[in-house]
């Protein structure tokens, strides 16, 4: 694409976001009142989702690295490399069944209208703050204790340095895998990095690679369960990257 279609393109994410926002904002932000709902509130979530992944032109292929198969009763950790905000739509679209709750940043809650419903669906951590860092094992806990699963992208960010591969992991997700006894389902994602940039004049759409890594079990080492996870996905990324 030219620099002027990709900015039309990207002034199509926000129109679309908004239309979408205020048409499935308001039943999402009605049944999250009631935490026994948020079951119903997530099929709209997902409708959102799909709207705005496959409204912008994107699409996916799934690739399985693994032979395990997800319990629909189990509340997982979901993790993946993060290089654009579309894997925030990408995750909820590959989880019909296990309604998911994101840890993400506070500073989003600022966004005209998408704040108020983010702010009820999501774990918001300030990331400057220890008290708060601190309080997501908590609060995580609850969702999960609601019948909701998490997800993480444990590198806490998109790294500025386009060139890194994979940004050193946070300790979050290991811990709260070791600490609740959660298993971990690893996703790798492939072709966002190129296809949907922090960088508004680069993009274009297609089809992105998903890889199912596999589920790790939670053991009472953080450490390990961080490394092997750091492991898994640098490996797919190496061999598979476009």
């Known amino acids: 694409m030219t620099k002027v279609l990709n900015y039309l393109w990207r002034f199509w994410l926000l129109l679309l976001a ?6 499935l904002g308001i039943p999402v ?3 999250s009142f009631s935490k026994k709902h948020y079951r119903y509130a997530y ?3 997902r409708l959102w989702c799909f709207g705005m992944f496959y409204g912008m032109g994107f699409r996916y292929d799934l ?4 032979a395990q198969e997800k319990d629909k009763s189990q509340q997982y950790v979901f993790i993946s490399n993060h290089t654009s905000i579309m894997d925030i ?8 069944h296990h309604p998911v709750c994101f840890v993400g ?5 600022k966004i005209p209208i998408f704040g108020t419903i983010y702010k009820r669906i999501c774990v918001m951590v300030d990331r400057t703050s220890a008290r708060s860092r601190a309080d997501v094992y908590r609060r995580c806990a609850e969702k999960m204790e609601e019948g909701n699963s998490i997800a993480i992208f444990p590198e806490g960010g998109v790294p500025d340095d386009t060139s890194i591969i994979l940004d050193d992991f946070k300790d979050g997700a290991f811990i709260l895998s070791s600490k609740h006894h959660s298993p971990i389902a690893v996703y790798t994602f492939i072709g966002l990095k190129e296809m949907f940039p922090f960088e508004n004049s680069k993009g274009y759409p297609g089809r992105v690679k998903v890889y199912f890594n596999g589920i790790i079990e939670p053991t009472d080492s953080p450490k390990d369960l961080k490394e092997k996870a ?3 996905i640098k490996k797919t990324l190496t061999q598979h990257s476009i």
């Open 29 to 31: 932000y009605i049944l």
């Open 63 to 66: 690739i399985k690295l693994s």
């Open 18 to 23: 908004f239309v979408l926002t205020i048409i």
């Open 43 to 45: 099929k709209f979530v």
């Open 89 to 96: 739509m990408l995750t909820c679209i590959l989880f019909p």
């Open 105 to 109: 940043k506070k500073e989003l809650v």
């Open 230 to 232: 750091y492991q898994v």
